[in-house]
């Protein structure tokens, strides 16, 4: 029982390259393209990547940017394991607070790379990255622990679902939101100063925290069904997990990237317009 | 108008003011003018919708004694290039006509630079094709300059390399580049204020290289190709033009439908590779991979018509080197359908993905009077609303015989200039279609040629990126003086306009939508062998990390 939970708990670490491979020979087989060959490539190029950063020279260039990088993995990988214990044993309150508590902590924890890099690239991608999160944070957060914390009625799941699936999708740094590190002219940002075991790191967390966002997403879809969370819904969560994140990646390889002032605005505009909407079904609603 | 009528305006003017006319031919009229005149004249020509193409320095102390600047005016409406001529001794200052002209500064600054010729309101400005470290009093494009002279630097001036504030640094290395450029962006937050240019890092000394003993004329064409790495074959195509202007020589049909076949293939596999780019810059990486895979065949019907992808060498002073049989021109037929049928698919994605239409519409705006003023060319004009086309306003080569359409877009934005490029794939793949189709038969080079010295001519072919324009003095076996002025380093100057105020997001879009081509336009002469060469690019990358972040 013990070991089940164990492998459990590690399953996000073990798959998240794994879907960043599949994602990738989705990507070239939409471009025309080979993209990682082979069926062994496929699943698991991303790890081949990863140990190959690690086997390069380890460059540190700022004071505090390995503390900075482990810290971060540190934190995702904490939100990533306080997700497993959430949702296979359902009712803890304290897991849920502290899960959303590491969730916005890790997703904000970008900003420390500014100030251990003494690079204009870096403050650029900082700030681009700054103001989606903004954009979005501020709603995803109170609709998630709504979510987990209340039963709420069906409409008003729903609206918070739109919400939640929609944050999910940007703070997962994909195109067309992925302006912080992937924009060419800032010669990848937030990155720009990470190299081999760093930027190993780095990208792991990157793949820790996607899987967490999509996971997320399943467990909330469930919820909407007031499906009873238990061990073998677990199953039907993982699974979930690998559609929204495939079904994620293709909304954006057909997409181009946003601007840094045109998606912050758009983003917040959307979320207003939500959150206006489900407050007003709520008070439809509320006896 | 004919072209007597036009003469006799710009005669009369030549005669209130004094000077004389040189030379007529065909659509040239060279005239020579006094230094005290020459303001007024250029402001006449200016006010009378000339352009200015370019200028060029000359050291014709062995002809007469004399440094001479050759103003090159085009005036489109009646096709006619109006060549000034201005000369005097090394220490006469000749005065600047950038303040009427502003398209003239850069090329004015590098007579300065190249030739030594004093011009009288750009004293003060730094050096400008050649480093600051370079000697003083030393003019690479003097004849008592050897090609292959190397002169020491002047290390103590090389900080005045460096600007003393430091904005965000975008180059001469940068992942987004393909070329060493350096662009400094004055930026608040996230608001461009100011830019810095400097480029010229990858001079070759190609005009140099023409003059000296390694070449002749047969040869020239070659080197001219490799100029450049996508518009290669427009420039020997522009040479041997002048050249064939120059010594009147009379070349087959079948030759100029050949090199305006290839010219056009030349423009189709252009435009894709930029399209390319520009949606790789916008993150949109599926349009980039099928817009190169679609580009692919384009490269092939290349190898099939002159047997290479890209550095073909067909061209020769008289004609061209390969022919186009039946076969070939049937596989090319099918080639250029099945292009034009995924290009339009892609096409129709590409403008319909939201975030490029956003990005694109109203970002890098260049207003029409600056693309008049800066006398900007190619698709940079034609989206600014200007109709600027050499193969309509100078038809040269093969271009009389086909009827196409000159795409015109007035917004002056980055997309106004996407769609410039996108019809002109169109209309390329029909001129091409076009002239497979009337194909002459004959021979494809003149048996022989004569080329007399000291003949002058200008030519002006329509590049995938603008007009690139050569004046040559021909000289005994091989040029006198050859200068090339390729269409980026006639867009460059525009980018200032564009870039200023402008987010910093667009930056990159912005520069990339003139479809820069460093290759073409840093040539002039940096003489370094390629240790200190390298060490050079060294120390200024270095440099930067020391000069005060």
Redo the contacts between chains.
Sequence with gaps: MLISILLILLLPFLLAPIYDSIERKVKSLIQSRVGPRGFIRSLLQSWFDIVKLFSKELVITGYGILIITMLELFLIASTAILLQILILFNNLIVVKTLFIVFLSISTAFFITRSIALNNPFASIGVFREFHIVLSTESFFLPSLATVLFINASLPLKLMLLIIIALSCYVLSSRIPFDIAEAEPEIASGVNIELSGPLLGVAMYSLHIKRYVLSEVLSYVLLKLFNVHLELYTFFVITLLTFIIWITTSIISIILARTRVDIGPATMLKTMIILMILTLLIYMLTVK | MSLSSNLKAIENKIKDLGGFIETVSDNTVIVEITKDNLKEFAKWLYENNAFLKTCAGVDEREINSRFTLYHIFGLDEMGIDVVVKVSGSDKDYTPTISDIVPAAEWCELEARDMVGIRISGHEDKPKFILPQDWPENVYPLRKDFSYDYRPQSEFSKFDEELPKEVG???GPY???LHEPEYFELYVE??KVVDVFYRGFHVHRGIEKLAESPRFTYKTIPFLAERICGICGFVHSSCYVLTVEKAAKIEVPERAQFIRSIVLEIERIHSHLLWLGIA?????????F??LW?IREPVMVLAELLTGSRKTYGINIVGGVRRDIDESKKRKALEILRNVRDEFKKVVDVLVS????V??ASGTGVLPKEDARKLSVVGPVARGSGLERDVRKNYPYFAYRYTSFKVPVYSEGDNLARTLVRIDEVFESISIVEQLLDALPKGPIAVESYEIPPFRKAVGAVEAPRGEDVHFIITGLGRPYRWRVRAPTYQNLPALKVMLRGA??????LTIASIDPCFSCTDRAIVIHDIKSGSRKFVNLFYGRRYAG?
């Design positions: 965000l640094p975008i940068h992942p987004i937050g996230e949606a790789h810059i916008l993150g949109y990486d599926a349009g991979m099928q895979r993905v939201p975030e490029i956003k990005r987010p910093l997001a667009d930056a990159f972040r």
